[in-house]
């Protein structure tokens, strides 16, 4: 490995290398000295934000002296990596997770105290890194937090978005969305521009023989755009290693930039050609579970593949193995069928760049990806237009067709008399105009699949995947259960809590093994445990309390139920049949005589989540819960009995103060559409009871926990297709409960009736898709009994520990270590001791 600094000159180097602040004294110094020079500020302009901006610069400093470290070490080592493509990682805020994972937290506390400054505050200050709309981002996110604590040679690859997920305001009871601007200051990105590599896009192929006779293919006269790498360090627990996460930005190319516009007077158009290049990677598609089939989000897709297998090709090629060796070096995971571009990519680049013949180049292609699904809903499956592939990406389209040729001549042949199963598994589907089915070419060119749950991995093999488990057999098929990162989710959102666990299991060693959490059980019956813990809860409560006040003005009694729902606003999660709920809560109460009103088990049903800004019905829900809100909260017979609360603009670091708050939460999905569903791990490992249907990760949840620690309802999803048809053929009779709601809205005391009519419609005249009908009484009982439960605390208390005690097995740590053994065969790094690089 070369190094650029010739040896002679190296002592140098090394005598004044950065070192690490290891005392208060010297952290604080170093905060000092950022605000001072790194921000030209002084002891009398120092806001907050400029204590944020301190601190943080102090804590980079120590991520980039492991991070160098770490990547020398891999470059040195040269072992198999790990490569997640994902076009979303919701990170969240940085700061305190660095300071956790450095294990420095209490330290600069102190250091910032003396400094004049509250560590909440200055945590505060930082914004949300927002790239991404729900689940599917997340779990990047705590991927990358699990490969990094386990010492995984691995790299995240995205697009450095202008603007985040948006933010959610709700004016008058509506959403309303504002942009989310979020690079202002940015201090854990570092732009590499010498790391730029050229993307074409349009042009045409020419084909001619060589010398040899061999066809040869070039794709020429294309557009040419740059993508800039920027750099994030992402530091593991409790580990040295930090490994990287590379965001692309797009910007017109030197050659794209047209002087001669530029000099004639032409300004704004030669301005207007380099803003069409820098609107690539200006902002992420809010739609979670909705493909809509724009071209700008499929040049962003190839935007990202063919910038990160650039990078990925030029790593493996400095190594000068042979091309055999590259899936033994290179494990390429395909978060959702986003990045499946990547696969035709990769074959290009082997047959047309480097002369690779197609078979010798596909086996390659095959060993290298995985491909994870993360949902069977059909809208959600991408589909790309023919046309649309042919003008953008024509090299791309003719190597699909290849492959697509190839496996229906090998499909054709071994099952001659199946003449339709052509047809249904063919990457072209035959409509007007054709499309490219995405999932399809994402299963081909993969060598394995997963899905993110058991039931769910499940269904995909006999859903939209069974045919293709006939041609490649079962194995190609395979299970990992999600699973969500203990050091945010528990260490950092609850550190009570996590504190709690440590006094018992004599140390944080369970943030690293997660199943240790087992031996907290044997402090079901300890008073004083149950007391700490029963107290963290109420903390906890109280902290989502005052927050309700502050920022929404509703005063809600921290002893009553906290009952939430937080998640991406879809008919699929059914938040109307919460609120449905809600409402039938509302009317029992008001029909009760005082007496009764005091055997009442008070309550706060507390709802969060955006809804895609082109998707009316979610939006609808979203106005429904503000309405009902309005009323309820207002309503002097009510009293503590019942608020209902909208937390505006749910994001990552909301969820860390709401997750720990829950004593249930809802995870209420028809049968068979949650994939997994994320979150219900969280709620739990926090000492909160789950209420959900058999769906998704919930299933794995009630096997782990025990059935009488959660409270289960609902159809089964065997039974849902034959539920959603009865709806069409016979006359289904609404339960009397739920009639009762649709009177009230249509009333109006919600507001205008008219304005929830589609919603009400969907159920009682368009087939009741979700089967809101279906699962209403059953889902009204439970919460009975979830009252009567709560009532007995003592009881409920055992529930909740016992529950956290079990739920080792859904750490992503898990979850990557399967990953690393099932699907991309690498191991673990071990970093050096300290002081021997
Ligand atoms: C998403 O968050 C999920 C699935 C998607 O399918 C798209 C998005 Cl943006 C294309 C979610 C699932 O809905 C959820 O059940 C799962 O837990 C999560 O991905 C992570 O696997």
Redesign the pocket.
């Known amino acids: 490995v070369e190094a650029s600094i010739p040896e002679p000159q190296r002592a140098a180097w090394k005598k004044f290398s950065a070192s690490e602040f290891k005392t208060k004294d010297e952290f604080e110094a170093e905060v000092v000295r950022h605000i001072e020079t790194t921000l030209a500020r002084s002891l009398f302009n120092c806001d907050e934000a400029a204590a944020y901006a301190g601190t943080a610069l102090a804590f980079r400093d120590r991520l980039v002296i492991e991070w160098n470290r770490t990547q020398q070490q891999h470059t040195y080592a040269d072992p198999k990596r790990v490569y997640y493509l994902s076009l979303?990682f919701l990170m969240g805020r940085a700061l305190d997770n660095a300071m956790l994972n450095v294990g420095m937290k209490d330290i600069a506390k102190e250091g910032m105290s003396d400094l004049g400054f509250r560590m909440e505050d200055v945590i505060a200050q930082e914004r949300d890194a927002a790239l991404?709309?729900?689940?599917?981002?997340r779990?990047a996110a705590c991927f990358l937090d699990s490969l990094a604590t386990l010492n995984y040679p691995a790299w995240g690859y995205a697009l450095r978005y202008k603007y985040g997920i948006f933010k959610q305001e709700i004016v008058n009871g509506y959403q309303v969305e504002v942009p989310d601007y979020w690079l202002d200051f940015n201090p854990w990105e570092f732009p590499r521009h010498d790391v730029t590599v050229d993307i074409q896009f349009y042009g045409n192929v020419r084909k001619y023989m060589d010398e040899s006779g061999k066809q040869v293919s070039v794709w020429e006269n294309g557009e040419i755009v740059n993508a800039v790498a920027y750099d994030a360090p992402i530091p593991g627990f409790g580990t040295r290693t930090t490994n990287n996460l590379r965001l692309w930005s797009s910007k017109a190319s030197k050659g794209e930039f047209d002087f001669t516009k530029f000099n004639s007077g032409e300004y704004e158009a030669s301005v207007a050609d380099q803003q069409s290049a820098e609107t690539i990677s200006a902002v992420l598609y809010p739609n979670?579970?909705l493909e809509r089939g724009k071209e700008l989000r499929l040049k962003q897709q190839y935007f990202w593949c063919a910038a990160s297998l650039f990078d990925i090709v030029r790593r493996f090629k400095k190594s000068k193995k042979a091309w055999k060796e590259f899936p033994n070096q290179v494990a390429i995971q395909l978060n959702?069928t986003h990045p499946t571009l990547a696969i035709p990519e990769l074959q290009r680049i082997l047959i047309d760049l480097e002369g690779l013949e197609w078979d010798e180049a596909w086996s390659i292609v095959q060993k290298t990806f995985g491909y994870t699904n993360?949902?069977v809903?059909p809208e959600?499956l991408e589909k790309w237009s023919v046309p649309l592939f042919q003008h953008l990406l024509p090299r791309h389209l003719q190597i699909i067709y290849d492959i697509n040729a190839i496996f229906l001549h090998y499909v054709e042949r071994n099952f001659p008399k199946d003449r339709e199963m052509l047809g249904r598994v063919s990457v072209i589907e035959e409509s007007q105009p054709k499309m490219v089915r995405m999932a399809y070419l994402a299963v081909i060119g993969s060598h394995k699949v997963n899905g993110?749950a058991e039931l769910h991995s499940d269904l995909i093999k006999t859903t939209i995947f069974k045919d293709f488990v006939k041609i490649y057999g079962p194995d190609k098929f395979t299970n990992v259960t999600?699973g969500i990162t203990p050091r945010r989710w528990l260490h950092q959102a609850n550190p009570r809590l996590s504190e709690l666990i440590a006094s018992k299991l004599g140390g944080y060693e369970f943030l690293r093994d997660l199943t240790l959490l087992h031996k907290i059980e044997a402090y079901v019956d300890d008073k004083d445990f149950r007391k700490n813990f029963q107290e963290i809860k109420y903390a906890n409560k109280v902290r989502l309390a005052k927050y309700t006040k502050e920022v929404h003005g509703i005063s809600v009694n921290p002893s009553a139920l906290f009952d939430i729902q937080v998640k991406?606003m879809h008919e699929y999660k059914r938040q109307q049949l919460n609120i449905f709920g809600v409402i039938h809560r509302y009317l029992e109460i008001k029909a009760m005589s005082p007496e009764d009103r005091k055997k009442v088990q008070p309550r706060v049903s507390f709802f969060g989540g955006k809804a895609a800004p082109g998707y009316w019905m979610a939006k609808t829900v979203i106005h429904l819960i503000c309405q009902v809100g309005e009323v309820v909260n207002n309503d002097k017979d009510i009293g503590d009995l019942l608020k209902v609360v909208f937390l505006e603009d749910y994001n990552v670091s909301k969820a860390e103060i709401i997750v720990p708050a829950s004593d249930i939460s809802e995870h209420i999905s028809t049968a068979g559409t949650?994939?997994?569903?994320?979150s219900n791990m969280k709620f739990v490992l926090n000492g909160g009871l789950v209420i959900g249907t058999c769906d998704?990760?919930n299933i794995e949840i009630t096997r782990e926990v025990g059935e009488d620690n959660i409270f289960l309802f609902g159809v089964l999803s065997e039974d849902v297709e034959d539920l959603r048809h009865a709806h069409f053929y016979s006359e289904f009779n609404l339960d009397p409960m739920l009639s009762h709601v649709f009177e009230t809205i249509r009333s109006g005391i919600f507001g205008d009736a008219g304005q929830f009519s589609a919603l009400v419609n969907s159920i009682v005249e368009h087939g009741d898709y979700y089967l809101v009908s279906d699962d209403f009484k059953s889902y009204i009982d439970t919460h009975k009994l979830i009252d009567e439960a709560y009532k007995d605390q003592e009881t409920w208390l055992t529930k909740t520990i016992t529950s956290v005690s079990r739920m080792g097995f859904f750490s992503s740590d898990r979850c990557i270590d399967e990953y690393a053994e099932m699907i991309w065969n690498v191991e673990p790094l071990t970093p050096p001791k300290q002081n021997g690089a």
Not at 132 to 137: F, R, S
């Open positions: 979303e991404g709309n729900g689940g599917l981002g779990l979670d579970s959702d993360h949902t809903l959600a993110v999600n991406r949650e994939a997994s569903g994320t998704g990760a």
